[in-house]
Nanobody, 121 residues
């Protein structure tokens, strides 16, 4: 199970940190991803972090968002800086045991419930 938290309302240019806590999974074996879904749009990839700490991000968030994980605490965080109104979305964390497709929805078997981030202009 995955539980995301930390969403809220922030002004453009501000920062927000999301956290996702995992339970019931061999956390260290999973790639952890973040996705988001804006109103009226499809869910899209934000970034992922592998078991060893390697990361990759969507072009739209590179240089602004950072993913980190704590394998001992079984948590993965998404630090979001320089937020823009277009970052407004429900953010989901997800866990993957696959060896590929980490930038795609199909690559993930487990999903959290989502947390809403609203960026005002």
């Amino acid at each position: 199970q995955l539980q995301a938290s930390g969403g809220g309302l922030v002004q453009a240019g501000g920062s927000l940190r999301l956290s996702c806590a995992a339970s019931g999974l061999p956390f260290i074996s999973y790639v952890m991803g973040w996705f988001r879904q804006a109103p009226g749009k499809e869910r899209e990839f934000v970034g992922f972090i592998t078991w060893s700490g390697s990361t990759d991000y969507a072009d739209s968030v590179k240089g602004r968002f950072t993913i980190s994980r704590d394998n001992a605490k079984k948590t993965v965080d998404l630090q979001m800086n320089s937020l823009k109104p277009e970052d407004t979305a429900v953010y989901y964390c997800a866990a993957s045991s696959r060896t590929r497709d980490w930038a795609t929805i199909r690559g993930y078997a487990y999903w959290g419930q989502g947390t809403l981030v609203t960026v005002s202009s």
